[in-house]
Protein backbone atom coordinates (compact mmCIF):
# COMPACT_ATOMS: atom_id res chain seq x y z
CA UNK A 1 0.00 0.00 0.00
CA UNK A 2 1.57 3.48 -1.05
CA UNK A 3 1.79 5.34 2.02
CA UNK A 4 3.32 9.58 2.53
CA UNK A 5 3.66 12.14 4.89
CA UNK A 6 1.11 11.98 6.62
CA UNK A 7 2.28 8.75 8.32
CA UNK A 8 2.79 8.58 11.92
CA UNK A 9 6.19 8.24 13.13
CA UNK A 10 6.59 6.51 9.79
CA UNK A 11 4.48 3.96 10.89
CA UNK A 12 0.57 3.65 9.84
CA UNK A 13 -1.19 6.46 8.99
CA UNK A 14 -3.45 7.98 11.37
CA UNK A 15 -6.34 6.41 10.61
CA UNK A 16 -5.29 2.96 10.84
CA UNK A 17 -4.54 3.74 14.24
CA UNK A 18 -6.54 2.44 17.27
CA UNK A 19 -8.30 5.40 18.90
CA UNK A 20 -5.79 5.66 21.83
CA UNK A 21 -2.52 5.38 19.25
CA UNK A 22 -4.27 8.19 17.46
CA UNK A 23 -4.52 10.33 20.21
CA UNK A 24 -0.80 9.20 21.48
CA UNK A 25 0.12 10.15 18.14
CA UNK A 26 -1.21 13.52 17.59
CA UNK A 27 0.18 14.27 21.45
CA UNK A 28 3.59 13.17 20.19
CA UNK A 29 3.72 15.49 16.85
CA UNK A 30 2.31 18.42 19.23
CA UNK A 31 5.27 17.78 21.71
CA UNK A 32 7.36 17.68 18.72
CA UNK A 33 6.28 20.94 17.37
CA UNK A 34 6.98 22.65 20.41
CA UNK A 35 10.87 21.72 20.39
CA UNK A 36 10.95 23.71 17.16
CA UNK A 37 10.07 26.77 18.81
CA UNK A 38 13.11 25.53 20.96
CA UNK A 39 15.49 25.57 18.29
CA UNK A 40 14.34 29.30 17.26
CA UNK A 41 14.63 31.05 20.89
CA UNK A 42 17.43 33.19 19.69
CA UNK A 43 15.16 34.50 16.61
CA UNK A 44 12.28 34.37 18.83
CA UNK A 45 14.44 36.65 22.00
CA UNK A 46 14.90 39.12 18.95
CA UNK A 47 11.21 39.51 18.22
CA UNK A 48 9.84 40.19 21.27
CA UNK A 49 12.85 43.22 21.73
CA UNK A 50 12.07 44.64 18.43
CA UNK A 51 8.37 44.89 19.49
CA UNK A 52 8.79 45.79 23.03
CA UNK A 53 11.13 48.82 21.59
CA UNK A 54 8.45 49.70 19.18
CA UNK A 55 5.31 49.91 21.02
CA UNK A 56 7.23 51.39 24.23
CA UNK A 57 8.16 53.84 21.63
CA UNK A 58 4.60 54.44 20.64
CA UNK A 59 4.33 52.44 17.53
CA UNK A 60 1.80 49.52 16.81
CA UNK A 61 2.55 45.78 16.21
CA UNK A 62 0.70 44.39 13.21
CA UNK A 63 -0.49 40.76 12.90
CA UNK A 64 -1.00 39.72 9.76
CA UNK A 65 -2.15 36.08 8.31
CA UNK A 66 -4.34 34.00 6.72
CA UNK A 67 -6.40 30.99 7.45
CA UNK A 68 -5.64 28.75 10.66
CA UNK A 69 -2.49 31.05 11.00
CA UNK A 70 -4.63 34.18 11.23
CA UNK A 71 -6.31 32.23 14.02
CA UNK A 72 -3.36 31.87 16.44
CA UNK A 73 -1.81 35.34 15.07
CA UNK A 74 -5.62 36.91 16.35
CA UNK A 75 -5.32 34.76 19.87
CA UNK A 76 -2.42 36.33 20.52
CA UNK A 77 -3.34 40.56 19.68
CA UNK A 78 -6.38 39.98 20.86
CA UNK A 79 -5.08 38.86 24.19
CA UNK A 80 -2.52 41.95 24.43
CA UNK A 81 -5.04 44.68 25.92
CA UNK A 82 -6.56 42.25 28.97
CA UNK A 83 -2.67 41.29 29.39
CA UNK A 84 -0.68 44.14 29.77
CA UNK A 85 -3.19 47.29 28.72
CA UNK A 86 -1.40 47.72 25.22
CA UNK A 87 -3.88 50.38 24.11
CA UNK A 88 -5.85 48.93 21.05
CA UNK A 89 -4.72 51.58 19.20
CA UNK A 90 -1.11 50.50 18.84
CA UNK A 91 -2.44 46.74 17.49
CA UNK A 92 -3.44 46.04 14.08
CA UNK A 93 -5.06 42.72 13.42
CA UNK A 94 -5.10 41.75 9.59
CA UNK A 95 -6.27 38.50 8.78
CA UNK A 96 -6.89 37.36 4.93
CA UNK A 97 -10.60 37.69 4.29
CA UNK A 98 -11.17 40.12 7.43
CA UNK A 99 -11.72 38.54 11.16
CA UNK A 100 -14.29 35.35 10.39
CA UNK A 101 -17.71 35.37 11.92
CA UNK A 102 -20.24 32.71 12.57
CA UNK A 103 -17.34 30.37 12.13
CA UNK A 104 -16.88 30.99 8.10
CA UNK A 105 -13.55 31.15 7.06
CA UNK A 106 -13.58 31.17 3.33
CA UNK A 107 -9.63 29.65 2.27
CA UNK A 108 -9.55 31.68 -1.13
CA UNK A 109 -8.85 34.69 0.84
CA UNK A 110 -5.35 33.61 1.25
CA UNK A 111 -4.49 34.33 -2.40
CA UNK A 112 -5.67 38.17 -2.13
CA UNK A 113 -2.54 39.85 -2.58
CA UNK A 114 -4.57 42.68 -2.78
CA UNK A 115 -6.52 42.56 -0.01
CA UNK A 116 -3.21 42.27 1.85
CA UNK A 117 -1.68 45.90 0.53
CA UNK A 118 -5.01 47.46 1.04
CA UNK A 119 -4.37 46.03 4.72
CA UNK A 120 -0.95 47.82 4.85
CA UNK A 121 -2.29 51.16 4.91
CA UNK A 122 -2.74 51.12 7.98
CA UNK A 123 0.94 50.87 8.89
CA UNK A 124 3.03 53.57 9.62
CA UNK A 125 6.76 53.79 9.26
CA UNK A 126 8.42 52.59 12.50
CA UNK A 127 5.55 50.15 13.04
CA UNK A 128 6.33 46.24 13.70
CA UNK A 129 4.39 43.65 11.57
CA UNK A 130 4.18 39.77 12.82
CA UNK A 131 3.45 37.93 9.62
CA UNK A 132 2.45 34.38 10.04
CA UNK A 133 2.28 31.48 7.42
CA UNK A 134 2.75 27.74 8.05
CA UNK A 135 4.27 27.03 4.29
CA UNK A 136 5.92 30.78 3.90
CA UNK A 137 4.70 31.44 0.55
CA UNK A 138 1.10 32.23 1.38
CA UNK A 139 0.24 35.27 -1.11
CA UNK A 140 -1.52 37.62 1.24
CA UNK A 141 0.85 36.78 3.90
CA UNK A 142 3.69 37.34 1.59
CA UNK A 143 2.11 40.24 -0.17
CA UNK A 144 1.69 42.11 3.68
CA UNK A 145 5.66 41.57 4.41
CA UNK A 146 7.05 42.91 1.39
CA UNK A 147 4.53 46.59 1.30
CA UNK A 148 5.11 46.88 5.06
CA UNK A 149 8.62 46.82 4.54
CA UNK A 150 8.79 49.25 2.00
CA UNK A 151 6.05 51.41 3.74
CA UNK A 152 9.40 51.52 6.87
CA UNK A 153 8.01 49.19 8.92
CA UNK A 154 10.06 46.36 10.73
CA UNK A 155 8.76 42.67 9.72
CA UNK A 156 9.07 39.87 11.50
CA UNK A 157 8.17 36.21 9.67
CA UNK A 158 6.94 33.30 11.16
CA UNK A 159 7.57 30.13 9.22
CA UNK A 160 6.94 26.73 9.03
CA UNK A 161 9.78 26.00 6.88
CA UNK A 162 12.93 27.43 6.36
CA UNK A 163 14.34 29.52 3.55
CA UNK A 164 10.50 30.30 2.59
CA UNK A 165 10.00 33.79 0.71
CA UNK A 166 8.25 35.05 3.87
CA UNK A 167 10.96 34.79 5.62
CA UNK A 168 13.73 36.15 3.07
CA UNK A 169 11.17 39.42 2.98
CA UNK A 170 11.73 39.34 7.13
CA UNK A 171 13.85 41.53 9.03
CA UNK A 172 13.49 39.22 11.60
CA UNK A 173 12.81 35.31 10.38
CA UNK A 174 11.31 32.66 12.99
CA UNK A 175 11.68 29.05 11.19
CA UNK A 176 9.61 26.89 13.14
CA UNK A 177 10.54 23.51 11.53
CA UNK A 178 7.65 21.48 12.19
CA UNK A 179 7.62 17.29 10.95
CA UNK A 180 5.00 16.46 8.44
CA UNK A 181 1.08 17.06 9.93
CA UNK A 182 -0.49 13.55 11.33
CA UNK A 183 -3.18 14.67 9.25
CA UNK A 184 -1.79 16.18 6.31
CA UNK A 185 -1.73 19.40 5.05
CA UNK A 186 -3.59 20.86 8.05
CA UNK A 187 -1.66 22.94 9.99
CA UNK A 188 -4.04 24.28 12.34
CA UNK A 189 -2.09 21.29 14.16
CA UNK A 190 1.33 20.74 14.71
CA UNK A 191 2.32 24.50 12.73
CA UNK A 192 -0.17 25.83 14.75
CA UNK A 193 0.75 24.54 17.82
CA UNK A 194 4.31 26.15 17.25
CA UNK A 195 3.36 28.88 15.84
CA UNK A 196 1.40 29.75 19.26
CA UNK A 197 3.89 28.93 21.18
CA UNK A 198 6.24 31.25 19.49
CA UNK A 199 3.73 33.85 19.43
CA UNK A 200 3.07 34.10 23.04
CA UNK A 201 6.64 33.62 24.05
CA UNK A 202 7.23 36.91 21.59
CA UNK A 203 3.70 38.87 23.56
CA UNK A 204 4.66 38.06 26.91
CA UNK A 205 8.39 39.30 26.94
CA UNK A 206 6.80 42.55 25.14
CA UNK A 207 4.82 42.62 28.52
CA UNK A 208 7.79 41.79 30.64
CA UNK A 209 10.27 44.29 28.51
CA UNK A 210 8.15 47.10 29.17
CA UNK A 211 7.50 46.69 33.00
CA UNK A 212 4.14 45.05 32.95
CA UNK A 213 4.96 42.13 34.87
CA UNK A 214 6.58 42.25 38.58
CA UNK A 215 7.57 38.96 40.14
CA UNK A 216 5.86 36.97 37.36
CA UNK A 217 2.32 39.33 38.11
CA UNK A 218 0.74 40.90 35.63
CA UNK A 219 1.20 44.02 37.25
CA UNK A 220 -0.76 46.33 34.40
CA UNK A 221 -3.76 43.92 33.90
CA UNK A 222 -6.86 45.27 33.22
CA UNK A 223 -9.36 44.20 36.35
CA UNK A 224 -12.43 44.50 33.93
CA UNK A 225 -14.30 41.85 35.84
CA UNK A 226 -15.41 40.22 38.98
CA UNK A 227 -12.02 37.32 38.66
CA UNK A 228 -9.49 40.08 37.59
CA UNK A 229 -10.36 42.72 40.62
CA UNK A 230 -9.55 39.60 42.96
CA UNK A 231 -6.47 39.29 40.88
CA UNK A 232 -5.59 42.73 41.14
CA UNK A 233 -6.40 42.42 44.45
CA UNK A 234 -4.23 39.64 45.79
CA UNK A 235 -1.31 41.44 43.23
CA UNK A 236 -0.75 44.48 45.01
CA UNK A 237 -1.77 43.02 48.84
CA UNK A 238 1.40 40.59 47.88
CA UNK A 239 3.79 42.97 46.52
CA UNK A 240 3.23 45.99 48.91
CA UNK A 241 2.80 43.17 51.74
CA UNK A 242 -0.40 44.53 52.85
CA UNK A 243 -4.01 43.13 53.79
CA UNK A 244 -6.60 42.81 51.11
CA UNK A 245 -8.78 45.73 52.14
CA UNK A 246 -5.85 48.24 51.91
CA UNK A 247 -4.93 46.87 48.55
CA UNK A 248 -8.78 46.87 47.60
CA UNK A 249 -8.83 50.60 49.35
CA UNK A 250 -5.51 51.76 47.31
CA UNK A 251 -7.60 50.19 43.40
CA UNK A 252 -10.46 52.27 44.44
CA UNK A 253 -8.12 55.35 44.67
CA UNK A 254 -6.34 54.89 41.44
CA UNK A 255 -9.41 53.87 39.48
CA UNK A 256 -7.88 50.21 39.55
CA UNK A 257 -4.32 51.02 38.14
CA UNK A 258 -2.52 47.95 39.43
CA UNK A 259 0.80 49.77 39.70
CA UNK A 260 -0.63 52.94 41.15
CA UNK A 261 -2.49 51.09 43.58
CA UNK A 262 0.89 49.01 44.73
CA UNK A 263 2.67 52.06 45.11
CA UNK A 264 0.10 53.97 46.92
CA UNK A 265 -0.36 50.99 49.46
CA UNK A 266 3.16 50.85 49.91
CA UNK A 267 3.18 54.29 51.16
CA UNK A 268 3.18 57.18 48.17
CA UNK A 269 0.78 59.31 47.87
CA UNK A 270 -1.00 59.47 44.42
CA UNK A 271 1.17 62.33 42.86
CA UNK A 272 4.74 60.70 43.74
CA UNK A 273 3.51 57.22 42.44
CA UNK A 274 2.62 59.05 39.36
CA UNK A 275 5.58 60.79 39.09
CA UNK A 276 7.66 57.84 39.93
CA UNK A 277 6.30 55.64 37.11
CA UNK A 278 6.30 58.19 34.52
CA UNK A 279 10.30 58.58 35.90
CA UNK A 280 10.83 55.06 35.73
CA UNK A 281 9.13 54.30 32.33
CA UNK A 282 6.27 52.24 33.86
CA UNK A 283 8.91 49.59 35.17
CA UNK A 284 7.44 49.50 39.26
CA UNK A 285 10.82 47.75 40.55
CA UNK A 286 12.55 50.76 40.27
CA UNK A 287 9.51 52.59 41.80
CA UNK A 288 9.67 50.59 45.19
CA UNK A 289 13.20 50.95 45.39
CA UNK A 290 11.93 54.35 46.51
CA UNK A 291 8.88 53.75 48.60
CA UNK A 292 9.85 50.33 50.23
CA UNK A 293 12.50 51.27 52.77
CA UNK A 294 10.35 54.69 53.48
CA UNK A 295 7.96 52.44 55.41
CA UNK A 296 10.18 49.66 56.43
CA UNK A 297 7.73 47.14 55.19
CA UNK A 298 9.32 43.49 56.07
CA UNK A 299 6.52 41.65 54.28
CA UNK A 300 6.72 43.18 50.40
CA UNK A 301 8.08 40.74 48.28
CA UNK A 302 11.36 41.12 46.74
CA UNK A 303 12.43 43.93 44.71
Same mark, same amino acid.
Given at each position: ??????????????????? @???????????? +? $??? !???? =?? /? %?????????? @???????????? +? $??? !???? =?? /? %?????????????????????????????????????????????????????????????TTPYALAFAEVARARGASVIGIANAANTALLEASDIAISLNTAPEVVEGSTRLAAGTAQKAALNMISTQVGVLLGHVH?????????????????????????????????????????????????????????????????????????????????????????
Amino acid at each position: MQTDRSQCSRGAAIDQLSD @RDAMSAMLTSHI +A $ALE !SARS =AI /A %DISAAGALVA @RIVGAGGAVHYA +A $AGS !SGLM =AL /A %DACELPGTFQIPLGQIGIHMAGGVPTGGVMPGSTEDDREDAVRATRAIEENDVAIVVSASGTTPYALAFAEVARARGASVIGIANAANTALLEASDIAISLNTAPEVVEGSTRLAAGTAQKAALNMISTQVGVLLGHVHDGLMINLNPDNIKLRQRATDIVSRIAGVAADDADEALRRTGYNAKLATLVAAGADLSEAQALLARNNGHLRACLHHIIPKTKNQNATSI
